[in-house]
């Protein structure tokens, strides 16, 4: 679809059209269509610049959990079972780079050969990553994270068969004992929908600060402050980063930290806030298995410039539950919840 030069300039600066520009344009084009026509014609962008277009349908099936569009214009999705082609067609190479262009609009991120990658969010928590060429080959590359957990606490993911009474009542437990967690596992494991019925949990005379590089955490809480980090600008600068966030939470006053993501060298700061009286701190790290936890938080305190002896003193004081996710026939489960595995070597 192609549109008018007054919604190209909001695209390209990293705006989303907004309905008076449509409704400017749908009567622009009155004396052509017909009343009729023009209202059609603003029906037909409202769907393709404020939705997600031909991949709306898609994102309304409840068991998609991601949607992915290659630069060829293919399209796959993953309905719990590993990816799989939908009959779904997005178009050329150009219809894939306008529809990656958009929806980082849609998500208020600017994706340009200046800015080639856009990690965002977009309306009902759907998260964005874009990518252009040359850093991808074959066109414009978009994936779509959808979340379908809808809140209610550890109860409703028992009624998912993500976790047993028995360990949602270990979860539940651990959480009203203010004990330091991570919560990990492999890609899309579900952790962020363990974490977000964990903090649902929370006494809601608490204060959550939640720090996280997309803001993608939907938290059934009463007292919820959120900091997300920012890319630089397109001349390098006004960039934040989730260590800066860390350090800004820790004067907020939280009575629970939370790091959506662990994956830099925010580590540091998170291990010091927990061994500086902040109980219940918690978030999510990618592992593969629990086993591998230790070695994965030596790695990030690497970045940090920290030794492995300081991460280790740092940790064995700090984090007191590991909960590991995996998935088992399509479903996403928790696998265990313990200690930190203890490091021989």
């Known amino acids: 679809m192609r549109w008018s030069s007054a919604i190209d300039a909001h695209v390209q600066a990293g705006r989303a059209p907004d309905e008076q520009v449509i409704d400017q344009v749908a009567r622009a084009e009155e004396v052509r269509l017909g009343s009729s026509g023009a209202l059609r014609r603003s029906g037909e962008l409202r769907a393709g610049l404020m939705g997600l277009g031909p991949l709306e349908p898609l994102v309304g099936d409840e068991r998609v959990t991601d949607v992915l569009v290659n630069g060829d214009g293919s399209v796959w999705v993953d309905r719990g079972e590993g990816v799989t082609r939908a009959t779904v067609e997005v178009g050329d190479h150009d219809a894939v780079r306008r529809l990656a262009t958009r929806l980082s609009a849609l998500a208020g991120r600017r994706l340009d050969d200046a800015q080639p990658w856009v990690d965002g969010l977009l309306p009902r928590g759907i998260r964005l990553h ?101 890319s630089a600008n397109t001349e390098g600068a006004g960039e934040v980063t989730m260590v800066h966030l860390v350090r800004q939470a820790l004067r907020m006053r939280p009575d629970r930290l939370v790091v959506g993501e662990v994956r830099g060298a925010e580590v540091r700061d998170l291990l010091l806030a927990l061994n500086t009286g902040h109980e219940g701190g918690c978030g999510t790290l990618h592992a593969n298995r629990a086993e591998d936890v230790p070695s994965r938080i030596e790695a990030l305190g690497a970045l940090a410039g920290m030794s492995r002896e300081a991460v280790r003193a740092q940790v064995a004081s700090a984090l007191e539950v590991v909960v590991h996710l995996r998935r088992v026939g399509g479903r996403r489960v928790v696998d265990s919840i313990g200690p930190l595995p203890v490091v021989t070597s």
């Open 130 to 230: 874009a990518v252009l060429p040359p850093l991808v080959a074959g066109g414009a590359h978009v994936s779509l994270r959808i979340p379908r957990h809808r809140g209610g606490g550890l109860a409703s993911l028992v009624d998912l068969g993500m976790a047993t009474l028995e360990q949602a009542e270990q979860l539940r437990q651990m959480v009203r004992a203010r004990q330091a967690y991570v919560v990990t596992g492999g890609t899309g494991t579900g952790k962020t929908t363990l974490l977000a019925a964990l903090l649902a949990e929370v006494p809601a005379d608490e204060r959550l600060v939640v720090v996280e590089d997309v803001g993608e955490i939907q938290v059934g809480h009463p007292h919820v402050v959120r900091l997300q980090a920012r």
